[in-house]
């Protein structure tokens, strides 16, 4: 099973994706959020169908000490609001570091400059996220650890 992943950051969102076996998350876009939600929803759900992707995977920025803080609040609430138009079931997972480990990779290239790092941590951190959850998952198809919808 594809799976689709999501950084939902305030200004950007991340989209990676899984291979058809579910073990490699590959970075493949970077959104920009504007005014419109209810059509950014609709962009999303076009990636979920582009990709034939049978799970919708969010980043969920639990607190360092373990705590829901605001942006996972506002990640599950996004979370709900998503769930009426992809058609999918939506899976959140922890996120905790993975912008600060995307931005190391890409800092490790050595042939980006801030400008271009900025414009692919977002996709970046959301394979990161997708590559923990699937390393940390069983067979493709079995139930991981997180959240569902």
């Known amino acids: 099973m594809r799976v689709l992943a999501l950084d939902l950051g305030s200004k950007r969102i991340g989209v990676a994706v899984s291979d058809d076996g579910g073990t490699v998350a590959t970075p493949i876009a970077t959104l920009a959020r504007h005014g419109d939600r209810p059509r950014l929803h609709r ?3 076009e990636l979920v169908a582009e990709w034939d992707a049978g799970l919708l995977l969010l980043g969920l920025p639990i607190a360092l000490d373990g705590s829901i803080g605001p942006a996972a609040t506002a990640v599950l609430a996004e979370r709900d609001e998503l769930a009426a138009v992809v058609g999918v079931p939506i899976e959140v997972h922890d996120e905790r ?11 490790e290239r050595g042939d980006l400059d801030s400008r ?10 959301a394979a990161v996220i997708l590559q923990d959850w699937l390393d940390h998952g069983t067979a493709p198809g079995a139930p991981h650890g997180g959240a569902t919808t």
Request: charge should be positive; hydrophobic fraction near 45%; glycine fraction near 4%.
């Open 43 to 45: 962009e999303i759900a």
């Open 116 to 125: 271009a790092r900025r414009d692919l941590v977002d996709q970046v951190a």
């Open 97 to 107: 570091m993975t912008t600060r480990i995307a931005d190391g990779k890409l800092r």
